[in-house]
C-alpha cells in the first residue's frame, strides 16, 4: 500500500490546487486547447475551493493554457469568492444580471478569450452560456477526467467523510425500529453527522455540504429511487434498506445496508444471499487493471443465473468525488481499467416486488494491489438481523 | 383585484398541468417548433410535477407540436416517476449510464425526435445533450417565458409558502438575541418551517422543498452573499440582515428584514431610512404597465442622491415561481412591463463596509391595479428594534 490512509480535515494547499490545475493543463495541451472554460460547479469547487449555487448569474473560470485563470463573478459574490478560494486567479467581476447595455455579464467575458483560438468547454456547459464563448469550441471532459485518479489529499479528506457516514449508520441502526417514522429518523442520523462535521471542521463550507440518513422500508425497499413517505413507519422484519450519505465540506461518500428488524422473512434469505455472493465477486476483481464493465458483466451473470436477472435496476458501482455520483462507473459499456486513487461504490443490488430491495454499498479506494473498504458497518445477514 | 388570495397546498389538478402544457405549445407554434425538448429539471417539474436531482443519467422532456408528450428516464426512476408525475405522458426507459452499446439513453431519445425537424432547446440544455438532439436546434426560452404570469393556482400555492416563510421569520426575530449562535437559530427557524410544511402538506416532495433561514449579524452584514461562519454570534445594536426563503412543495418564496437587537448605532439610522424610502419609491411604481427596469433605474437614482451609490450591490428584485430566482427582474436592461399575475421580490440595498448591510425584501403578487404583498413581518425601524 502506497497510499497513506489518514483522515484530513484542513482546507486543499496552494500545492494540491496547483497540482490539479497542472493536471487540466497537460489535458488541455494534449488537446492542443488554447483555453478551457468551466462553468459546471463542481469542476469549479474543484480547482478553485470555491463553492457556489448556479442561478442566474453565472460564475465562469476561464483557463488560458498559460498564465493567471480568470473567474469572472456577479458583484455580489465578490466577498464570497474571497473568502472561499484558495488559487491565484485575476477576479472580473459584472454588475448584474441582467445589467445595463455592454455591462452585461458576456460583455466582460467575450473580452477574456482571444478570437480564433481553440477552447475547450464542458458536456455541462449550457446552451446559453456556450452560445456567447468566442472561439472554436471543442466539448471535452479534461476537468472531469482530472478527477477521476484521486491525490493523496483528496482521499484524506474523503476517509475523514466516510467516518461521518460511518457514524451517521452506527446511529441508524440504533435508532431504527418498527414504528419509528422516517422523519424522526431522518433528524436523528443528519443531526448526529452534521455535528461531527462541525466539530471536526469548524470553518466547514455549507455551500459543499450535505447530509441524508434514510432508510427504505420492506414495503418499498424494492423501488429504490421512490422516495419515502417521511411518516413511513420502519416495520417489523426487512429488508430494509438504508441510504446514508454526505458530502462533506465538499468530499462526497455514501454507506448502505440490506437490514432487518427481529426477523428475517424466510422469502428474504435466497435473495440476501445472492447480493451478498454477488458483492463478494465485485470485491474479488477490485485491483487495478481490471476492466470495469467486465466487474459489471459478471455480477449480472451471477445474479441471473441465480434467477434473478429480471430483478436488476443499475450498475455495479459508481466513482465519488467531489460528487456522490461521477466517473468511473463499474457498468457494462464502461471499458476501462481500474486504477490506483480510484474511488468507487460497490453495490450490486436485487429489487424484487412483494418481497423487497437488497444491496449494500461502500465507498472504496482502489489501491496498488486491490482496494481499501473506507466505509464501515456490520455486513453480515446475522449481524445485520437486528434484535427489538 | 381579480386574483383570490386563498392559500392552496393540494397537487396541480389535470387541468393546471394541462393549461400549462398548452401555454407551451402555443409558444412552439409562434416559434414554428416541431419539438420542444426541456432539460432544465425547474422546467420539467413545471409541466409535470416530477421533480429529481440531475445527476450523470439524463431526464428528458420530448414535447411534439401534438400528441403526449415523451419523457425518457432512467429504469431505476421508473417508479418515482409514476409516484409524482401527473400528465398523461409515455415515459420510455433506458436502463443505466453507461450502457451496452445501442442501449444508451441517447439511443432511445434520438428515436422519439423526427429527423429534419425544427426542434426548440432550453438555453439551460448542456451541450452533451444538445449534440445528441437531432433536427434543427433553435435556443428558446418557451418554459421559462410561460413560466412568467402565474396561475390562480400557483398564486394559490405560493400565498401557503409565504405562510411558511411567515412563520419561519416570527420564529428568528423571536429568537435572535445577542450571543446566540448562528446554528442554533437556523436550526430552530428551520425546524419550526419544515414543522408547518408537513403538517400542511403530508405528502410534500422533499425533492421540491428546502428551508433557509439565517441571519447576517453587522460584521458581515454589509456582504450579503458571503456565507456566514455557521457558530457566528448575534450581536448587540444592527443592522443584522435575516434571509428567511422556502421552496414549499415546489413553490419558492422570501422574505427578508434588516434589523436591531437592543439599540439602533447613530450611523445605521440614514442609511435605514434611506433603504426605506427607496422601497417606498419602488412600490409605487408597482403596477400592470410600469417598464421593470425604470423602477431600478429610480430606485438606483434615489439612493445615489442620498450618496450611497457606491454602496448597491445588486438589482431592486427578481422573480421567484419554482425557484426563488428567476424571470422577470426588476432591473436596468429589463425592459418588459409589469403585469398582473407575475410575483416579483422587492429589496433594494445598501452595503456599507463598517457600518452594515440594509435591506428587507418581500414576495409580492402584481395584480390587476398595483400589487399586493405575501410575506408579512414588521417593516418600520421602530418595530425591528428588538428589546434584549
Known amino acids: 500500500m502506497s497510499i497513506k490512509l489518514k483522515a484530513i480535515t484542513a482546507p486543499p ?7 490539479r490545475l497542472k493536471k487540466v493543463r497537460n ?50 459574490e465578490k466577498g464570497h469568492f474571497e473568502q472561499r478560494a484558495l488559487i491565484d486567479v485575476d477576479s472580473i467581476t459584472y454588475y448584474e444580471f441582467p445589467a445595463r447595455s455592454g455591462e452585461n455579464w458576456y460583455d466582460y467575458y467575450q473580452k477574456l478569450i482571444k478570437k480564433d483560438s481553440k477552447v ?73 453527522m452534521t455535528s461531527k462535521i462541525v466539530q471536526d471542521i469548524p470553518n466547514a463550507n455549507f455551500k459543499a455540504t450535505e447530509t441524508t440518513g434514510a432508510v427504505w422500508p420492506p414495503s418499498i425497499s424494492h423501488d429504490p429511487h421512490l422516495i419515502p413517505h417521511i411518516f413511513a413507519e420502519m416495520e417489523e422484519g426487512g429488508p430494509h434498506v438504508s441510504i446514508v450519505q454526505a458530502q462533506v465540506d465538499g468530499y462526497g461518500v455514501e454507506i448502505e445496508r440490506t437490514f432487518f428488524l427481529g426477523n428475517v422473512p424466510e422469502k428474504a434469505k435466497k435473495p440476501f444471499a445472492t447480493m451478498f455472493e454477488a458483492r463478494a465477486i ?8 481490471t476492466i470495469m464493465s467486465d466487474i459489471d458483466i459478471k455480477v449480472r451473470k451471477f445474479i441471473t443465473e441465480r434467477g434473478y436477472g429480471d430483478y436488476i435496476l443499475h450498475r455495479t458501482g459508481h466513482g465519488l468525488g467531489i460528487t456522490g455520483h461521477e466517473a468511473p462507473y463499474i457498468a457494462e459499456g464502461y471499458d476501462r481499467p481500474l486504477e490506483q486513487g480510484m474511488l468507487v ?38 449481524d445485520l438481523t437486528i434484535k427489538i
Open 13 to 19: 494547499s496552494k500545492e494540491e490546487l496547483s497540482n
Open 27 to 76: 489535458l488541455m495541451k494534449q488537446q492542443d486547447l488554447d483555453y478551457f472554460i468551466s462553468f459546471d460547479p463542481v469542476n469549479i469547487y474543484y480547482l478553485t475551493n470555491f463553492a457556489f449555487y448556479v442561478h442566474e448569474r453565472p460564475f465562469i473560470l476561464v483557463i488560458p493554457k498559460e498564465g493567471l485563470p480568470k473567474m469572472l463573478i456577479p458583484l455580489l
Open 120 to 192: 475547450g468547454i464542458e458536456p455541462a456547459m449550457p446552451m446559453g452560456i456556450a452560445n456567447k464563448t468566442p472561439g472554436k469550441k471543442i466539448v471535452s471532459e479534461i476537468v472531469e477526467e482530472a478527477r477521476i485518479i484521486k491525490s493523496e489529499y483528496e482521499i484524506g479528506r474523503t476517509i475523514h467523510a466516510c467516518r461521518v457516514v460511518n457514524k451517521g449508520h452506527k446511529v441508524l441502526l440504533k435508532k431504527c425500529r418498527p414504528k419509528v417514522l422516517l422523519f424522526a429518523l431522518y433528524r436523528e442520523v443528519t443531526n448526529a
Open 282 to 289: 465485485a470485491y474479488d476483481l477490485l485491483k487495478p487493471g
Open 345 to 382: 461504490s460497490v453495490e450490486p443490488g436485487i429489487y424484487i416486488p412483494g418481497i423487497g430491495g437488497f444491496r449494500h454499498s461502500d465507498t472504496v479506494l482502489i489501491t496498488d494491489s486491490g482496494y481499501q473498504k473506507l466505509t464501515r458497518a456490520p455486513e453480515t445477514l446475522e
